[in-house]
């Protein structure tokens, strides 16, 4: 009875100790699970399955990126990770238990708590946990063997320990010794997973809730506005760190995380060339050179680009896994469904009809041609006039406007930068009537000026009355005033 008791007190403990694991990645670090899963592109063909073979801890590699696959689903990965790091504390246990008795407990938790932490990091893959738990295992299986008969245990404890090096390793110590979770990231992951998911008022959610504020915050809150046509209108109601709030820098400085997240704005621009650019030096970069949203990714830029035998290419992978496997039959040349071409036809009026010798780092330069080929494309001018707005280039702002958008009823944001433009040149009343310039922001512009020129210079006390657009007005008066 009492035997019985504690082996209910023992599935309950683990229980409760599987429940806790799996609420800790469900609810604090569930996009780290699903940033890990998208990096990562696990085959079912012969060749990449015999390739783990050829290496030791091949059984924990493979069965490692075969479940991380499943961290594509929501709860998939937490409930992967509690089942995984749960066998890992019931080894621990046993060992220890015939030495420790009852206080095996102590450092069975620490030891789970610990390998719960290195899970935190990016880079320590499962397999990691994986090999640890099947050296346990071995372990118990050489001393059962040992304990049962010395003359006959030793050897096959022999051969189970070289066995288990061919099929557990000795460990992934390759990454860091520990890790602790980290909020800043996840928030950055969970942008970059809801916007990779289409879940934008999920976004919108995190955006608003969270006052974090980086490159990377902007770059999607300025196209999450910019896919709902409100770029200009929201521009200056968040955090903007410049032109790299538009567009993320692809350098030898830039980490593989916001080269992989680079390509979504091109992507959506339409010019699959930087798409294309942007997305390749991403997966290069990642942790394992691969990944199956950088892959779908290709494929979609060859379909839209009409290269059917290098889209082919990324399909024909994509049909060897077991979660997209779907998703590349649906997008296969003359088997596409209804909705997919109507994506490829809405994506390929944005392609330009020429091309043109251009530095990756020329943006302006790209969102022209763009423009020159397709004036219609509404996204790519609001992100070439607002690009100029933030790099605080007032001339290139008008030349562009004048170019691209003069037919047009201007945004407020571009309405003010006009007249700042105007302002600076001293343009006459009669100039300033051709660019159909709201009245209303013609009256205001006018009396921030006087107070501007009353407060000596001084426009920063004005920002709170007529907001944060007319700082480009005191920047540019400031500029040319010499101070």
């Known amino acids: 009875m009492k035997a019985c008791r504690r082996k209910y007190i023992e599935w309950g403990a683990a229980g409760i100790g599987a429940l806790a694991l799996f609420l800790f990645f469900f609810r604090i670090l569930p996009y780290h699970l699903f940033h890990r899963e998208q990096t990562q592109l696990f085959l079912l063909a012969t060749e990449p399955l015999a390739g783990y073979l050829r290496h030791p801890a091949a059984l924990a590699r493979l069965s490692g990126d075969f479940l991380t696959q499943f961290f594509y689903y929501e709860g998939g990965g937490p409930a992967i990770m509690a089942v995984v790091l749960l066998l890992w504390g019931v080894v621990v246990f046993r060992l220890l238990v015939p030495y420790m008795g009852r206080w095996a ?11 719960a932490g290195r899970q935190c990091g990016l880079n320590y893959p499962l397999s990691g946990t994986i090999a640890l738990t099947g050296i346990g295992g071995v372990l118990l299986l050489c001393r059962s063997c040992m304990r049962r008969s010395w003359k006959s245990g030793l050897p096959v404890s022999i051969l189970a320990v070289l066995s288990g090096y061919w099929l557990f390793g000795c460990g992934d110590w ?51 506005n910019a896919q709902q046509n409100r770029l200009p209108d929201r521009l200056m109601d968040g955090y903007q760190p410049a032109s790299q709030g538009l567009f993320l820098p692809v350098a030898p400085h830039s980490t593989y995380l916001t080269i992989y997240a680079a390509n979504e704005v091109w992507f959506a ?42 889209a082919m290419k990324y399909l024909r992978l994509l049909q060897k896994t077991m979660c997209y496997r779907d998703w590349a039959e649906r997008r296969i040349p003359g088997k596409q469904t209804a909705e997919v071409c109507q994506w490829l036809e809405r994506k390929r009026l944005l392609l330009p009809a020429t091309d043109t010798l251009r530095s990756s780092a020329d943006i302006p330069l790209s ?60 343009a006459s009343l009669d100039e300033v009537e051709k660019w159909n310039i709201p009245p209303q922001v013609l009256d205001e512009f006018s009396e921030y000026t006087r107070l501007y020129e009353a407060n000596d210079g ?17 920047h540019y008066a400031t500029m040319k005033k010499g101070k």
């Open 105 to 115: 407990w102590v450092p069975t938790v620490l030891a789970v708590a610990w390998e």
């Open 174 to 224: 390759s990454s860091r010794w520990y890790n602790m979770p980290d909020l800043g990231r996840e928030y950055l992951l969970a942008l970059d997973s809801e916007m990779y998911f289409g879940r934008s008022e999920k976004v919108r959610k995190l955006l608003a809730e969270n006052e974090y504020r980086s490159p990377f915050t902007a770059y999607y809150y300025n196209l999450l």
């Open 269 to 310: 621009l339409g010019d699959m060339t930087m798409a294309e650019h942007a997305a390749i030096l991403g997966m290069i970069f990642s942790p394992h050179h691969t990944g199956a949203r950088a892959v779908k990714r290709l494929a979609e830029i060859n379909l839209v680009n009409g290269d059917e035998a290098a």
């Open 367 to 426: 969102l022209r041609h763009l423009l020159r080929n397709n004036p219609d494309n509404v996204l790519a001018c609001d992100y070439l006039l607002c690009f100029d707005l933030l790099n605080k280039d007032i001339g290139a702002f008008a030349g562009d406007y004048r170019e691209f958008a003069a037919k047009k009823f201007p945004s407020r944001l571009y309405a003010e930068g006009l007249l700042i433009y105007l302002a600076g040149k001293k």
């Open 458 to 474: 001084n426009g920063a006390p004005l920002q709170a009355k007529y907001g944060k657009t007319y700082w480009f007005y005191f």
